[in-house]
């Protein structure tokens, strides 16, 4: 986060030494301190320029303040997983969820925004999973109390957190260009959206660091399992020419490990293969998958938070764009290129 | 459903031939219709003796109306099934969803309901995972709207939707049988809940059946990745005496495959496995796991519907429990008992 960004009740419990908690009761009222510990609050306060978000006093008020969480699809392991961070911290709290799915339907994602802007929630916790027009950044400038998570919403000018999906290609694209790949085929989801443009922008700066020739055939479409399967039979329908495959998430590589299996097409033998997320039991698969991880449960965590710190009030605090880091986990889906 | 139900606002709608939404409409007064359809849904309420809901009427007016939904994990694939699919009914019909993980925090189940009873929410929908010593049922009995979904709570006196747990333990049972095993172990959630009960009782049948002597070893304890991988190690320490294992949730069979994998016990050479859920990818499992397929969505569904549909002033009703068929799917797990 960069040094502009104004002082949270973090910072200011962290210089007094005492908990988030312990400032927010005090300045709800709801708390009696010695006086020692009050003036230390008092003084960091001062000393840091704290300038208390009415919002977040609100926000922190007790059981009835509820937090939509609104995400593409509730039953997908990434989501759930998601949900369940944000559920536990919002707990931690005293705040209720109100969880929406969006799945494919159109305007779904705009009337739920549109619900935050009357008031039906205190704060929007907000994933998308296909481009925008630009209506729905609209709708979301005008709501006010959203932090974008995991997917972007161009022209949207409110907080936004992301995995780091360009180190994640970077990091899929060095482990295979280590063990000796230099053509492989990149399946994404749709590709205006930024996890698909990242992942291969990193895989590219991978390869490109080689200093050889290199290419990377792209398969870009959605984050589904069928989107797997039909990237698997195009795969094999093209004479299979690459020798290692990037399936830039689990759905993705369940729907591409289906076919390659159905089909006979031996992994690692003939096709390395590397996934991205992590969430499922990819460990179980035949072979156990490789696969860059996501911080799932700290995305979710990290989104209330950010929602709950923010300084509404700031325009320039809006603008921000965090990324958490992601890491490769080796297990037995990649080997180097076998002589055919 | 027995024919003592008393006459739900689809019976009305059924006889009259129109849709569910437009006698509800009608009777909230939101709908203007031709008289002739008018004097049809009269005549059938008349007829059917349908005695209006009041607190259906007002489930049904609008988005401001919220059901709660309290699972134990909405990271595990079963729950966040779950979720999605109440999730996606609410939202057909104008409500929101308002969603607590219990987790194994003590005293969070109860809270939650009594947060029902002082009407945070409009109706719940309650999954429990561990015993009750009688203070949650005084509890759900005393909230009133709730319908008690996939574990029991006895002496809860609401309506009880689960899946056909003795019928699933009864299909695997039968089908380890075909195969020649007479000694298998089975492995449960704790051993007071009715599906770690009812899914024994099925096995067990299943092997009386055959007229033979049969052996079952229970290993009970929780439906979690840990207890599989303590109850994998358990059948090794012990000899690996039986020759098929009911893995009793998909959790279970994560932990369970992962260790029989890293000790070298063949599934299913040395061992046959047999799965209970089939909400993970375990088709891509080595080897692809036999399992007994839960109706997870539709037990969502359900369950929404049934708290909708609920006449809570009609005591008899509330003493209703329904079960949803399970499935059989046959993969490569299970072999005939191999000679050692």
Do not use: C
Not at 24 to 37: A, I, K, M, W
């Amino acid at each position: 986060m960069s040094s502009k960004r104004a002082t949270s009740l973090k910072d200011v419990a962290d210089a007094a030494g005492v908990s988030v908690a312990t400032v927010s009761r005090l300045l709800n009222g709801s708390l009696q301190l010695p006086p020692e510990t009050k003036e230390r609050i008092d003084k960091a306060i001062r000393d840091l320029r704290y300038e208390p978000n009415p919002h977040a006093r609100r926000l922190s008020r007790g059981r009835s303040e509820t937090i939509g969480l609104v995400v593409p699809d509730i039953a997908n392991p990434f989501f759930a997983t998601l949900v369940a961070a944000v559920e536990q911290e919002a707990d931690k709290r005293g705040l209720a969820l109100s969880l929406h799915a969006t799945l494919n339907r159109p305007g779904r994602e705009i009337s739920y925004v549109t619900a935050l802007a009357r008031n039906h929630v205190d704060g929007l916790i907000f994933v998308t999973n296909h481009p925008d027009d630009g209506e729905l950044a609209a709708v979301i400038n005008q709501a006010g109390k959203v932090v974008i998570v995991d997917e972007d919403v161009p022209n949207a000018i409110v907080p936004k957190l992301f995995a780091d999906n360009e180190e994640g290609g970077y990091l899929a694209g060095r482990h295979l260009a280590d063990h000796g790949h230099r053509h492989i085929v990149y399946i994404g989801g749709p590709q205006e959206m930024i996890s698909t443009r990242r992942r291969f922008l990193g895989l590219e700066r991978a390869l490109m660091e080689r200093g050889e020739p290199f290419q990377v055939t792209r398969y870009e479409g959605s984050f589904t399992v069928e989107f797997g399967r039909q990237a698997a039979r195009r795969f094999i329908d093209e004479g299979k020419q690459a020798t290692g495959i990037f399936a830039s998430s689990d759905e993705i590589a369940i729907g591409l490990i289906e076919v390659l299996l159905a089909e006979g097409v031996s992994v690692p033998g003939e096709v390395s293969v590397i996934g991205f997320d992590d969430v499922g039991p990819l460990h179980l698969f035949a072979p156990p998958l490789t696969a860059i991880r996501q911080p799932v449960r700290a995305l979710g965590e990290r989104a209330l938070a950010l929602l709950l710190e923010t300084n509404w009030q700031e325009p320039e605090t809006l603008r921000s764009e965090e990324l958490l880091p992601v890491e490769i986990v080796v297990r037995n889906s990649v080997a180097p290129p076998s002589k055919q």
